[in-house]
């Protein structure tokens, strides 16, 4: 099979602890472009913070590449940062999921297209942002009718113990479960998007436009919200650090993990081999 596109997950997987793109992964998507492959990195995280990333992969507001991002819910093309979808989470039901939220005194991270505020901040929540790099704002208000007009994209409960998550979300309202995406991603989050948004879908969405087949599709992840991108593409791919079920659902488990440029070895055994 000749395949015309990559979609890899970036926390985890593409990006290493400390949040950078290896040298050698990075040589691997050059070769890869210049044999004609996309290579799209399809994240929870919003497009603002994924503009580092793309700058060392040389994607940055170019024409012709693309991320995914929110889980599925934004696609946008580099250049000039284009927004071809996007799909918004409803003000009602963010609120619904806060309040839950507040009850139980749990950080949270409410995700617009361009910021994110975050409530309950704790110590290791604190550590884990800035160690990452992300800017966010903090708000102490029992309340987030100030976010009422703006573009609400996605939102999270924090908790390292991920039975707490599960826990939780067995305390969300079926009314809530039934119109949200559900999925657990850097063994620290739950995260919601618009019910039918997620990582396989928008990266299916992208696939049409282009005029590409799933079959003509890799895609690499290891959490839980990289499953529906996994069973989606034509060639599913796990990275080694990946969580059980990952591995499971993938056609093919790496040798390496996201800290020995596992993407370049998944590269170099389709694409240039």
């Known amino acids: 099979m000749k395949y015309k596109l990559i ?21 691997a998507i ?3 472009r210049a044999k004609g492959v996309l290579f799209v990195p399809n994240g ?30 934004v696609i946008t093309e580099n250049k000039n940062e284009r927004v071809i979808e996007k799909t918004l989470m409803d003000f009602d039901l963010i609120n619904q999921l806060f309040q839950i939220g507040e009850d139980h005194s749990l950080p949270m991270h409410i995700y617009c297209m361009e910021e994110i505020y975050v409530c309950n901040l704790n110590e290791s929540e604190k550590d884990y942002l800035d160690r990452m790099g992300f800017p966010y704002q903090v708000f102490d208000e029992p309340s987030i009718d100030f976010l009422r007009d ?14 707490q998550l599960e826990a939780l979300r067995e305390e969300v309202p079926k009314d809530v479960l039934d119109v949200t995406t559900t999925t657990y991603s850097s063994n620290r989050y739950l995260e919601f998007n618009t019910g039918g948004v997620n990582k396989g879908k928008g990266l299916l ?7 590409i087949s799933p079959e003509e599709i890799i895609a690499v992840g290891d959490n839980s919200n990289d499953l529906s991108m996994i069973e989606a593409a034509g060639l599913g791919v796990a990275v080694e650090n990946a969580i059980p079920e990952i591995k499971k659902a993938a056609d093919h ?9 596992s993407v370049a070895e998944l590269i170099e055994r389709f694409i240039l081999n």
Do not use: W
């Open 7 to 27: 979609a890899s997950d970036l926390d985890e997987t593409l990006l290493n602890d400390d949040k950078h793109v290896g040298e050698k992964t990075r040589e």
């Open 30 to 32: 050059r070769k890869a």
């Open 44 to 73: 929870g995280r919003g497009y603002t913070l994924i503009r580092q990333t793309l700058d060392e992969i040389d994607a940055l507001n170019k024409p012709g590449e693309y991320v995914v991002s929110f889980n599925g819910s």
């Open 150 to 163: 703006q573009p609400l994209v996605k939102m999270l409960f924090m908790n390292q113990d991920r039975s």
């Open 205 to 211: 969405q992208l696939a049409k436009l282009l005029d």
């Open 253 to 261: 488990v790496l040798d390496c993990d996201n800290n020995h440029d």
